[in-house]
């Protein structure tokens, strides 16, 4: 079986950052204030003007990471933030944090594994792996479910160019 950078198609194209988190988040921006939720973007100033994408892929996997966070966040005082940035490898960092309940450890642990995959759990996310690898990037999530400090945040990096 093929890998996700040899099966997923790509249309890559130069595409204005701040435009595709335009894209990306119009409808979330609804979709949050009508549950209460805040949703933040960030983008950071080492961001370039443009990337080279597939930019129907990657704002795909943006709005799907937030609508993934609106399951799970908790109406007024809920907060999902979009931050994009640049990592020291010249890779884009595009990161979907929120203010839920945070993952279980066991169930952190299977979350982007295909053979632990069962209807129920996360499709959405291991397609934006798919995406990120097409990209030759990769998909990382970080969860914390402690009472005062819980959050999940899910990070895509992908290479510049």
């Known amino acids: 079986?093929?890998?996700?950078?040899?099966?997923?198609?790509?249309?890559?194209?130069?595409?204005?950052?701040?435009?595709l988190l335009e894209v990306a988040t119009e409808v979330m921006q609804r979709q949050a204030a009508a549950h209460g939720v805040r949703l933040n973007i960030h983008i950071d100033d080492s961001v370039p003007t443009t990337v080279h994408v597939d930019?129907?892929?990657i704002?795909?996997?943006?709005?799907?990471?937030?609508?993934?966070?609106?399951?799970?966040?908790?109406?007024?005082?809920?907060?999902?933030?979009?931050?994009?940035s640049c990592d020291p490898q010249s890779r884009l960092a595009i990161a979907?944090?929120?203010?839920?309940?945070?993952?279980?450890?066991?169930?952190?642990?299977?979350?982007l594994r295909r053979d632990a995959w069962r209807p129920g759990s996360a499709?959405?996310?291991?397609?934006?792996?798919d995406i990120a690898t097409a990209h030759g990037g990769r998909l990382d999530v970080?969860?914390?479910?402690?009472?005062?400090?819980h959050f999940t945040s899910?990070?895509?990096t992908i290479p510049l160019r």
């Open 59 to 84: 704002a795909w996997a943006i709005s799907s990471l937030i609508g993934s966070a609106l399951r799970h966040v908790q109406g007024p005082g809920g907060l999902i933030i979009v931050g994009v």
């Open 154 to 156: 899910v990070r895509m």
């Open 55 to 57: 930019r129907d892929k």
């Open 142 to 149: 970080e969860s914390k479910t402690d009472g005062l400090d």
């Open 1 to 19: 079986m093929p890998d996700a950078s040899e099966s997923i198609p790509l249309v890559r194209q130069d595409v204005d950052v701040g435009v």
């Open 96 to 111: 979907v944090r929120d203010n839920g309940p945070g993952i279980a450890a066991e169930r952190l642990s299977k979350l």
């Open 123 to 129: 499709l959405a996310l291991l397609l934006v792996d």
